[in-house]
């Protein structure tokens, strides 16, 4: 498989933010799965909502302003394996799996 990569854009004044935490603000884990899996659906011509999210892992917070990026490779089956980046730092991983055409999640 090839790890392919794009930009992510999550504003840096996101609602989520706002309370989560005051003086100290982080995204969400649950943003941060969102966004990745919109972004995998939209590659894979799908609605998010056929998305199963396998497994996540959260591994260094995200602050406002910090530019994300989500690699991900995938295979004919519609799994996705993906990390998300801030700079060369890994902020969350995960696999993604969406409904094939019969409705049998691979």
Not at 6 to 12: N, R, S, Y
Not at 42 to 61: D, H, M, N, Y
Not at 71 to 89: D, H, I, M, N, Q
């Amino acid at each position: 498989m090839t790890t392919q990569s794009l930009p992510l854009a999550v504003a840096a004044d996101h609602p989520a933010y706002a309370g989560h935490f005051p003086g100290r603000p982080i995204l969400p884990g649950v943003v941060l799965l969102d966004e990745a899996l919109l972004a995998l659906a939209a590659l894979q011509g799908t609605a998010a909502a056929t998305g199963e999210i396998k497994s996540a892992k959260f591994l260094s917070p995200v602050q406002p302003g910090e530019i994300l990026r989500l690699e991900y490779s995938s295979t004919a089956a519609g799994v996705f394996r993906f990390e998300l980046k801030v700079a060369e730092r890994v902020v969350a991983s995960g696999i993604v799996a969406f409904a094939a055409a019969d409705g049998v999640t691979s």
